[in-house]
């Protein structure tokens, strides 16, 4: 299996978020697992980030390690959309959650799951819906 180790960074990732993934990773007994950082067609704006753990990291995918004993894996399709993008864990009086500070984003829907580029088609999917439709797939 071919990995690329990234050694510049093609996202980063806040301490905060690191803590978050460090101790999910532990209360999951999980502790060698990667953080997953994708993005898919769908929500509001066209296009979602998605994150999972993974056990490792697949063929062709980018391996970024942050923080000890944090790792984070991106697809080749995903990297295009997420190069330089930062990973931080935000509280609010909302709620806590993952957030993604994306430079490559030319609009984003307002729950912050979703988003479009230069390249994207600015229309919603036919499932479609906004935020408070639940069309993000993230409420």
């Known amino acids: 299996m071919e990995t690329t180790v990234q050694t510049t960074e093609l ?9 978050i993934v460090r101790n999910l990773l532990a209360e999951k007994n999980i502790p060698t697992y990667a953080l997953r950082v994708f993005v898919a067609g769908g929500g509001c704006s066209g296009m979602q980030y998605g994150m999972s753990f993974e056990p490792e990291a697949r ?23 997420l190069r330089g993008a930062q990973i931080d864990y935000v509280e609010s009086l909302m709620g806590g959650g993952f957030r993604i500070e994306n430079p490559n984003a030319v609009s984003a829907c307002g729950c912050g799951h979703s988003f479009r580029t230069t390249g994207t088609s600015s229309a919603a999917p036919a499932s479609g819906g906004g935020c408070g ?5 993230s409420h």
């Open 59 to 81: 063929a062709g995918d980018s391996l970024i390690e942050p923080f000890e004993g944090v790792k984070v894996v991106v697809d080749p399709q995903s990297a295009t959309y």
């Open 11 to 19: 996202v980063t990732m806040t301490e905060s978020a690191a803590t």
């Open 133 to 137: 439709s639940g069309g993000c797939g």
